[in-house]
């Protein structure tokens, strides 16, 4: 898939077009996205790798901690989290290959629908995989949202209070974990999900 | 109809398929634990992925309808393939039904295709889908024409892909012709999105400008130039004596006088001629109708895009149900990408959590509520007296202008000190207001909304005061046009009858364009005003940002290493990005246009150099000197109050121009009007010379009172009308919101009593549903009889079932549609059985029934 590049523009940063056709039908976002995208994407991708294996970029995987050097990832309190739901690593490393990184991509472009972006978001809060946000996902949750520095964490009654309230007003069946469509139910009425850019 | 025929077809296929992999599946596991896998992949597939795929495959399946849809597409072409493997054989004679079941599957192939991308399966499933369902849509998509229409049909099938094909490059080719895009993508990232609304409002600016530019230049401008009288032929266009000596200064050019105010960039250059040029071009009509469609044309954008946000603010309804839901699971912003931005997004997220916890732990808590109230009176007393003084201010300052105007060599300082002024006041009295604020104590979204009003009062106090100032200016001018009116017309009178005195010939020598006495052209006067306001504008904003900004982040950043504190994180620090002032002085800014451009047509392309240089400027400004909002606000809920702001300076700025039109007589010797008793006569003049009679005679009926009179009266009533309905709707709107919270709090107690008590409900409910639990336990039986000789406790293959349903890979459309029939009308009789594994019904928590409003299951209740 990722051959003769060479011939393109002489830079092993080039998709070929056929594959870009592909990758632009299957994505979930808008071409806007993924125009910027798929040549970008795959150029950024080929950036994360070492300079011997940019040629065949398409079958290797990147390491988790190439991925976090990201700037959008980097500042992004679930970065490890994001990397473990893209990666379809078999051995458990996090590594992505170019289809992760582009799901990636894809679910958190402008136009990827609130499904598929409250999907994700669903399993990136799931912090043991379990298919259900208790209340120490909701914890470890709040935690993340609250930053690493000490005067910035909530006390323990006010954690408390907060899932408190968060479960009573989300957890529609009463059994003290929220799953997907409770959480779907929520998101898809919040006004700021999946909303990000203004239109004037 | 035919689709929901199809969709109900499909599901059929569905449901049995899904219990016949499900029967394979018991079967599987039963024989043998860990080839079951291996067993499954043998049987359902021709191309043998990964077995970690094919797993996840497979749970995807039992969550995801959609995903079953696919996967029965897949089975379906399967099967399929050995069909049409048959088919390839006798292909001389394809029949009917064939050919029709083919024309489904290539039709459900290409549905496939367009729905793949909103579904959430992993890049590779959807590829190797994708792959496989053009690669069959290929291949047979040819073969359905019949005989001769074979070719033409293969033909119409390439055309429309390579047209689907082109319609994707063309998007591709639009986004990439997205100014700025790339850009406010990057200061949205290390800013926030609030930061990046006020770029997008900006280019929004700039696109309306550009239109507004496009209109006068070509409308007016250009044609003026190319085929109007050209400079010096006639007073209205020439430098007049006594400037010319100094009329290609600089210091007279940066005033806007000399060669610049009699140049087509003023209302004064234009000539009264009716028609110019060989086109037959209707100047003066045109410069009319040019002045009237840039409002509007304005007017038409900004309630559109108005609007269209209150479409979208509508639309995801303001229930306050899920405060603490959506701040924990939505107020990251998942654009920063900034350590710092962050940092602040923290602090701002986590003092959000704490407010909300408090406003929750005591929502009404007005203690000394007299002093507050004392505050804040004394507050806005304060910033009344700062306003009235500003506008006194500024009116004293545009009187003393009209007396420096009329003497001779003033300095700098004395020419400017109007611009001057009001710029000090616009750079000083907001964080004035800011200091007053403090003492309120409001919250801090109210208070922005305070601050926003408050200095919008200002600003439109000024520009008001400026405007009735300028009204004193033309109302002097007007006295003096009428003496200067004489004075010209006895003198080229005068001319005249010496000539003719002189006895020579017919024809006298005319008299120098540069010699002719002429009014004070009040109309360019005003534009002058508006433009040097303009420009004084620019250039204070640059300097602010300049110094303000640039200065400041140098001076913090390098004589931090020699300095006794910490100059970054202590006094001047670097500066945050100022939103609000920002628009404001955009929306203002865009009024002194709206208001200035008739008067001066070459306004709208100074601004629009202006919106070009500022995007780039600012751009660069904020990513090298500004640091992120301490308090990152979510930008999307006030724009739509820039907006609104936007749309009152239109409607201000539309006020003084209508009475300068409807009620002021232009000047007798400048401007396309001149001769007129009032502007708007150049309609009337039109429509009586170059419409056929009858057109002026139904103007003449249309502008009759009477008649005009009642149209407004069914304005007014259509308004009302209107309104009435739109305020029913509301009110059912909100009716029906209350009913979905009143059925809302229903489930939840439903639910919460019948896990725990209530046995008596349940067997009314069981004795309500005797016709589903009929259909059901025959099933139910079978699946017994089928499970038990394989040794099987009902309880596990229940609870394997449920282990499939409460699958960590839950699909998009939730869980309702995941269980299979029997399964889901069985839960309440296996519930009073088994009531001491709670856990079993409803593992992990996920609900085996409908989720309410999601599903069309079958209700439980």
């Not at chain 2, 982040?553 to 004589?559: E, K, M, S, T």
């Not at chain 2, 920002?582 to 929306?587: A, R």
């Not at chain 2, 660069?620 to 300076?649: D, Q, T």
Request: overall charge neutral.
């Amino acid at each position: 898939m990722c051959a003769a590049e060479a011939a393109m523009g002489g830079s092993a940063s080039v998709l070929p077009r056929e594959a870009l056709d592909e990758y632009q039908r299957a994505a979930s976002c808008h071409r806007a996205a993924l125009v910027l995208a798929s040549s970008r994407a795959y150029k950024r991708f080929s950036e994360l790798l070492p300079k011997e294996e940019r040629e065949n970029a398409c079958s290797t995987r990147v390491p988790k901690s190439r991925i976090l050097t990201l700037p959008e990832l980097r500042a992004n309190p679930f970065q490890h989290r994001i990397c473990h739901v893209f990666s379809t690593s078999d051995d458990g490393d996090d590594s992505m290959s170019f289809e992760d990184f582009l799901d990636m991509l894809s679910a958190f472009s402008d136009s990827a629908t609130s499904d598929i972006k409250s999907h994700y978001a669903f399993r990136i809060f799931d912090f043991d995989d379990d298919g259900a946000l208790d209340r120490k996902d909701l914890e470890k949750l709040v935690n993340c949202l609250t930053g690493q520095g000490e005067e910035s964490r909530l006390s323990s009654t006010e954690m408390e209070q907060l899932i408190q309230n968060i479960l009573e007003e989300s957890d529609i069946d009463k059994d003290g974990t929220i799953n997907i469509s409770e959480f779907q139910h929520v998101v898809s009425r919040s006004p700021d999900f999946a909303r990000y850019s203004v239109r004037s | 109809k035919d689709k929901e025929e199809d969709e109900s077809k499909e599901e059929d296929s569905c449901s049995q398929e899904n219990e016949a992999s499900r029967r394979k599946n018991y079967q599987g596991k039963n024989s043998g634990g860990k080839n079951a896998g291996e067993d499954r992949s043998r049987q359902r597939g021709k191309k043998a992925p990964t077995k970690d795929q094919k797993e996840s495959e497979n749970k995807e399946k039992k969550v995801n309808k959609k995903g079953k849809e696919g996967e029965s597409k897949q089975k379906k072409d399967r099967k399929n393939s050995t069909s049409t493997s048959s088919n390839s054989s006798d292909e001389e004679s394809p029949s009917e039904e064939e050919l029709a079941m083919l024309m489904e599957q290539v039709e459900q192939k290409k549905k496939l295709i367009s729905t793949m991308r909103n579904k959430p399966w992993r890049m590779v499933k959807k590829l190797s889908v994708l792959r496989e369902a053009q690669a069959f849509v290929e291949k047979f998509e040819g073969a359905l024409g019949k005989g001769k229409g074979k070719k033409l049909y293969a033909y119409k099938m390439m055309m429309a892909k390579k047209w689907v094909k082109f319609k994707r490059d063309f998007d591709n080719f639009k986004t990439q012709c997205i100014p700025w895009e790339m850009k406010i993508k990057e200061v949205e990232s290390h800013f926030g999105s609030s930061v990046a609304s006020y770029f997008i409002f900006l280019r929004w600016m700039y696109g309306v400008n550009l239109v507004l530019f496009g209109l006068i230049f070509g409308l007016v401008i250009i044609p003026e130039v190319l085929m109007g009288m050209p400079y010096g032929s006639m007073p209205r266009k020439t430098v007049p004596r006594a400037e010319q000596a100094t009329a290609m200064d600089f210091s007279v050019l940066w005033d806007f006088e000399g060669y610049i105010k009699y140049s087509a960039l003023f209302y004064g250059y234009y000539n009264n001629q009716r028609t110019i040029g060989w086109l037959k071009y209707r100047l003066p009509m045109a410069y009319f109708m040019v002045g009237v469609s840039v409002f509007g044309y304005s007017l038409m954008v900004v309630i559109r895009s108005m609007a269209r946000n209150a479409n979208e603010s509508t639309a995801d309804g303001d229930d306050d149900n899920f405060i603490f839901s959506w701040k924990m699971f939505t107020s990251w912003d998942y654009l920063i990408g900034n350590p710092e931005t962050a940092d602040n997004k923290f602090a701002s997220i986590t003092t959000s959590f704490k407010e909300s916890i408090v406003d929750e732990q005591e929502s009404n808590k007005d203690e000394n509520i007299h002093l507050r109230r004392f505050l804040r009176v004394l507050a806005n007393v304060l910033i009344i007296c700062c306003l009235c003084g500003s506008g006194y201010l500024i009116y004293f300052v545009v009187k003393r202008s009209q007396t420096f105007s009329k003497m001779q060599n003033v300095g700098w300082y004395e020419r400017n000190e109007v611009e001057i002024v009001m710029s000090l006041l616009g750079m000083f009295c907001p964080p004035l207001f800011e200091t007053i604020a403090a003492l309120e104590n409001y919250h801090p979204r109210i208070g922005l909304k305070w601050q926003l009003g408050r200095i919008f009062a200002l600003f439109l106090g000024n520009l008001y005061t400026f405007l009735l100032a300028l009204m004193d200016d033309v109302n002097e001018k007007l006295a003096e046009e009428d003496v200067v009116k004489n004075i010209t017309h006895w003198t080229l009178l005068g001319h005249h009858n010496s000539s003719m005195g002189n006895g020579s010939s017919a024809t006298p020598p005319p008299l120098d364009p540069a010699d002719v006495p002429r009014g004070p052209c009040w109309e360019t006067t005003v534009g002058i005003e508006f433009v040097r306001l303009t420009v004084s504008d620019i250039l204070v904003t640059y300097i602010t940002i300049l110094v303000g900004d640039f200065i400041r982040a140098c001076f913090v950043r390098f004589v931090n290493y020699c300095w006794c504190w910490d100059l970054e994180a202590g006094f001047p620090s670097y500066a945050e990005f100022d939103i609000s002032g920002n628009v404001l002085g955009l929306v203002f800014n865009q009024g002194m246009i709206w208001m200035g451009s008739f008067y001066a047509p070459g306004l709208v392309g100074i601004n629009v150099l202006r919106l070009l240089t500022s995007m780039y400027f600012q751009c660069w400004a904020v990513m090298s000197s500004n640091v992120p909002h301490e308090r990152v606000f979510k930008a999307s809920k006030s724009n739509n109050f820039y907006m609104g702001l936007l749309l009152l300076i239109l409607f201000l700025s539309l006020l003084p121009v209508a009475y300068t039109i409807m009620s002021l007589p232009p000047s007798f010797d400048c401007g396309p009007f001149s001769g007129k008793k009032r502007m708007y006569e150049v309609i009337q003049e039109t429509i009586e010379l170059d419409f056929p009679l009858f057109v002026a005679k139904i103007f003449s009926y249309v502008a009759n009172p009477g008649l005009i009179i009642p149209a407004i009266l069914l304005m007014v009533l259509a308004i009302y009308y209107l309104n009435a309905v739109a305020e029913a709707y509301q009110r059912a709107n909100a009716e029906l919101k209350k009913k979905m919270q009143m059925q809302r709090e229903e489930e939840k107690n439903k639910r919460n009593n019948k896990t725990s008590t209530n046995p008596m409900m349940q067997d009314l409910e069981d004795l309500f549903t005797p016709s589903t639990k009929n259909e059901s336990q025959p099933k139910q039986a079978e699946d017994k009889k089928r499970d038990s000789p394989h040794g099987n406790s009902p309880v596990r293959t229940q609870g394997k079932a449920a282990a499939l349903d409460g699958s960590p890979m839950p699909g998009g459309r939730g869980a309702a549609f995941t269980p299979p029939p029997h399964v889901l009308v069985t839960q309440p009789l296996t519930l009073g059985v088994r009531a001491p594994y709670p856990g079993q019904h409803r593992p992990r928590g996920h609900p085996l029934g409908p989720v309410p409003g999601r599903g069309r299951g079958q209700p439980r209740y």
